[in-house]
Each structure stands twice: as structure tokens, then as C-alpha cells.
């Protein structure tokens, strides 16, 4: 890796810390050679503190260290992207990044959907909002209308319409999403029965 440390004039490059996992930027750092190597050597991401003025290897008097899992460089090779697997919160602060946000999975739109209907639980307004309606009426309901997307979905896979098949498929992933909150769960404890099968 051919890391450019002299291009700012001070033998140092931002090193950009991320969440193997998650992918969530959990803090910035500088390091200068001797950080990289140590860091590539012990597997512990280290920097050179500029306020200390010497190396620091994230978590040594905290605990919180960052695990190294994949280091990155940029196309004009004067950053890196250093992927971690964190022990605890990053932050000095106690938060899981140095943004004060919350080093959970996102799923994107998915993530954005389970908190509508969430809200829509909370809100508990049935006369304005379907997903409060279907969960008034319990989590037999829920589930049988699970039960009738899910046939719907697999008799449009059985039929030539793509179209009406990705709408049956839209319906059936929101009422299970529908479902999982019925029943206490996330996505994300889907995925970690998922992660459990790999082994």
C-alpha cells in the first residue's frame, strides 16, 4: 500500500473509522507511518495523537478499542478508510461515534419504514392510519393478513405479470414488517439469526 504521508507536509493522512458491520463512520483520526504499521502489526488501530504529540492506540486507557478488519486507501492515496469491529463506544464522550448517533444496522428505506410504523403504533390513531387500525385488532390479524399476502405473492410468481408480482411482494414485506413489530422484533434481529446460520 502505497500511502502518500508527505503530501500535506506533516506526515500525516486522515484515517476514516468504520464499522465493519453497520458501515457507520464512528470517528476520524490521523495517522502518520509508524501509527499504520503499528496498527497493521498489533491489529489495533492506532494514531498519532497531534494533541499528545505521539502514538495513541484507541481504547488504552478506556478499554474501547477499534479491531482492525480492512484498511482502505483512497484514489489520490493520502487517506484511509480503516474498517473496525469497536469494543464499546468510540467517542471519549460515551457515544457510540463521535456524532453522538447510535452504531446500529441501518437498512436503509427498511429502517425508515419500521420507524413509520412504529410511530403509526405509538400514535394509536386507527380512524386516520391502516398500520394503528390492523394492529387494533391484534396480532391474529396481523398475521393472517401476512398469511394473504404471502399467498398473493406466490400466485403472482406462478403468472407472467412482474408488475402486479413486485406489488404483491411490496405488500407482503410490509405487513411483515407489520408482523415482526407485533411480535417485539426488528430486522435486526433477523439478521442475527441469519448471521447465526453462516457458522
Known amino acids: 500500500m502505497n500511502i502518500d504521508f508527505n503530501k500535506n507536509n506533516d506526515g500525516l493522512v486522515p484515517a476514516i473509522i468504520q464499522d465493519a458491520i453497520t458501515k457507520n463512520v464512528l ?13 497493521q502489526k498489533t491489529k489495533l488501530v492506532t494514531f498519532f ?3 499528545k504529540n505521539r502514538l495513541w492506540t484507541k481504547g488504552e ?19 484511509l478508510l480503516i474498517q473496525v469491529q469497536p469494543t464499546g463506544p468510540t467517542c471519549h464522550k460515551g457515544t457510540d461515534t463521535c456524532w453522538a448517533e447510535e452504531n446500529s444496522p441501518n437498512y436503509g428505506f427498511f429502517s425508515t ?17 391502516y398500520v394503528a387500525s390492523l394492529f387494533a385488532k391484534g396480532i391474529n390479524k396481523v398475521a ?7 399467498v398473493e405473492t ?8 412482474d408488475e402486479l408480482f413486485v406489488y404483491e411482494s411490496a405488500d407482503l414485506l410490509f405487513h411483515y414488517l407489520m408482523l415482526l413489530q407485533a411480535k417485539g422484533f426488528t430486522l435486526k434481529d433477523i439478521e442475527a439469526e441469519l448471521k447465526k446460520r453462516q457458522k
Open 144 to 150: 393472517q393478513k401476512v398469511g394473504e399476502e404471502a
Open 154 to 161: 406466490v400466485i403472482e410468481a406462478m403468472d407472467s405479470n
Open 113 to 129: 419504514l419500521e420507524t413509520v410504523i412504529a410511530d403509526r403504533v405509538a400514535n394509536k390513531d386507527s380512524e386516520k392510519s
Open 27 to 39: 470517528m476520524l483520526g490521523y495517522m502518520n507511518q509508524e501509527a499504520f504499521d503499528k496498527t
Open 49 to 51: 495523537s497531534r494533541t
Open 61 to 79: 486507557e478506556s478499554g474501547n478499542t477499534l479491531q482492525l478488519i480492512d484498511t482502505k486507501l483512497d484514489c489520490d492515496n493520502d487517506s
